[in-house]
């Protein structure tokens, strides 16, 4: 079975192409867990999958670490967006991808041998009622700057959804920040009922912002693409930068542009890399084109 690995800053999957062989109720949780195993498989924060749409012109699939499948991904469609245009599949600069949290638009930018290097997506609309994050509580209220008790631990959070559930706290310094105790109780609080993704974000001016993420199913990641836009939504709403005009994110991974329009859509601007090519050849793990 062929696969890609690819980045997008530093977040990085395992890619497999499935456009020439459709495949539906395999077993992706189980085969995300061992790939994605840096000591028994390849290593990876999961596996993304590029599948035919009945709707749009592309679909991507995307599965944590831990197997669990994620409404979407937006470093990964970076990825598969750059992989669609340099194979081929897609003829043109422009078209669309479904995933589990919408259809999304994206713009792949080639250079003069027609290799991409920077894609621009528009991620859709934000979501900010508490039945669409989701998280328990009044469904048509939203969460902005609200104090949240989990863990005995009280945290002013402001929680968007971009197909993805994100919870966003403001710290000092994201570098002091310990992340890696608090993303895991965050992340499996009661009151989000299908986990979330934590992230942490320091305002460095209105038109910057420093981002680190605890992923929900894969931990600490070097960035992640939903998350930022969720960043630059909550730091719009808590008025520490300006709606329409476009913010910087810095990432452990490097950076993304974004702005979020006067049409209520968040745009996200960023690079996408290929890390290598391969042939799965994990005992134990059946092909799945021979099934
Ligand atoms: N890294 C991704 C998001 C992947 C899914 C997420 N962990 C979830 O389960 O919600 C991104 O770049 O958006």
């Known amino acids: ?55 749009a012109d592309f679909k991507m699939r995307i599965f944590n670490e831990d197997g669990s ?17 340099d194979h081929m599949y897609a003829t043109s600069t422009n078209f669309t991808i479904e995933t589990l949290g919408g259809i999304v638009s994206v713009e792949v930018e080639a250079d003069k041998k ?7 997506i528009d991620m859709g609309k ?15 209220s939203s969460a902005i700057n609200e104090s949240l008790s989990i863990g005995g631990q009280i945290y002013p959070m402001t929680c968007v959804s971009m197909g993805n559930p994100h919870a966003i706290l403001f710290v000092d310094d994201v570098n002091e920040f310990p992340l890696e ?44 693409g939903t998350g ?5 939504v909550a730091a719009t709403l808590n008025h520490y930068v300006d709606r329409h005009i476009p913010i910087t994110v810095q990432l452990p991974g490097g950076k993304l542009m974004i702005s979020w329009d006067e049409n209520d859509h968040v745009w996200k601007r960023g690079e996408a890399a ?11 793990i059946i092909p799945v084109e021979n099934k």
Request: aromatic share 8%; net charge negative.
């Open 1 to 55: 079975m062929q696969f890609t690995k690819m980045h997008g800053l530093g977040n990085n999957y395992i890619f497999f192409n499935l456009l020439e062989m459709p495949m539906e109720n395999e077993d992706f949780a189980e085969l995300a867990r061992t790939v994605s195993d840096v000591n028994f498989g390849i290593g990876s924060d999961g596996i993304i999958l590029m599948c035919p749409s009945d709707v």
């Open 69 to 85: 499948e994620g409404k979407n991904c937006g470093n990964g469609l970076r990825c598969v967006a750059k992989y669609l245009f």
């Open 114 to 120: 027609r290799v991409v290097r920077h894609v621009t």
């Open 126 to 140: 934000p979501q900010l009622l508490k039945g669409m994050i989701p998280m328990k509580g009044d469904p048509l």
């Open 181 to 224: 105790e608090v993303g895991p109780v965050i992340e499996c609080a009661d009151l989000f009922p299908e986990r979330v993704n934590l992230g942490i974000v320091q305002v460095k001016n209105r038109q910057e912002l420093h981002y680190r993420v605890w992923e929900r199913g894969s931990g600490i990641t070097m960035a992640c």
């Open 228 to 232: 930022a836009c969720a960043a630059v």
């Open 274 to 284: 290929y890390i290598c090519h391969g042939e799965l050849a994990i005992e134990g």
